[in-house]
T-cell receptor, first 111, second 114 residues
Framework: GIQVEQSPPDLILQEGANSTLRCNFS?????LQWFHQNPWGQLINLFY???GTKQNGRLSATTVATERYSLLYISSSQTTDSGVYFC?????????????FGKGTKLSVKP | NAGVTQTPKFQVLKTGQSMTLQCAQD?????MSWYRQDPGMGLRLIHY???????DQGEVPNGYNVSRSTTEDFPLRLLSAAPSQTSVYFC?????????????FGPGTRLTVL
């Protein structure tokens, strides 16, 4: 099956710094989503981005489907950005919307 | 519009006990699914449903049963809980079963089996 790898596994930032999180996938995908899991465990949809670029405030994401990767950019990080960021994809060969998750990037933003 | 709701938020069981985790959505979504999340891991698919009356197995279905009698509800049953089922459980839904759809997740149920 399709493999999803995220890097780095852990990231520590000072408040105000910028960061880039990466998601590599091993096969073509027709669905890619980025989620933020906050310290209370809630999963929050950030982007639905199977291709192209989207921006939402300080966050933006780019997926280059032909090269099988996606990037999540966080600018001017805040302590509330702390948590785990997951990339999840749906297999292009699959007929169902079953998401395959990476293991996540744990982000800690220090004041 | 409450989105995807799950109850309970927390549960402690003894080995061998049974229970049902509830999941409901009010978005008229056809596709619903259950995932479990273990420490340091991403989410793994347990079961899913593409519509009322239709369910299928995901990656880790053993020890769990599901049914889908209505569009809104998709309960997950543990018939005989085991410590290996200690995990956080998430329910998700999307408009239909197409893999192109954005998925929305509930707040999760944290289950501990002693």
């Amino acid at each position: 099956g399709i493999q999803v790898e995220q890097s780095p596994p852990d990231l520590i930032l000072q408040e105000g710094a910028n960061s880039t999180l990466r998601c590599n996938f091993s096969d073509s995908v027709n669905n890619l989503q980025w989620f933020h899991q906050n310290p209370w465990g809630q999963l929050i949809n950030l982007f639905y981005i199977p291709s192209g670029t989207k921006q939402n405030g300080r966050l933006s994401a780019t997926t280059v489907a032909t090269e099988r990767y996606s990037l999540l950019y966080i600018s001017s990080s805040q302590t509330t950005d702390s948590g785990v960021y997951f990339c999840a994809v749906s297999d292009y060969g699959g007929s169902q919307g079953n998401l395959i998750f990476g293991k996540g990037t744990k982000l800690s933003v220090k004041p | 519009n409450a989105g995807v709701t799950q109850t309970p938020k927390f549960q402690v069981l003894k080995t061998g006990q049974s229970m049902t985790l509830q999941c409901a959505q009010d978005m008229n979504h056809e596709y619903m699914s259950w995932y479990r999340q273990d420490p340091g891991m991403g989410l793994r698919l347990i079961h899913y449903s593409v519509g009322a009356g239709i369910t299928d197995q995901g990656e880790v279905p053993n020890g769990y049963n599901v049914s889908r009698s209505t569009t809104e509800d998709f309960p997950l049953r543990l018939l005989s809980a085991a410590p290996s089922q200690t995990s956080v459980y998430f329910c998700a839904s999307s408009y239909d079963s197409s893999p192109y759809n954005e998925q929305f997740f509930g707040p999760g149920t944290r289950l501990t089996v002693l």
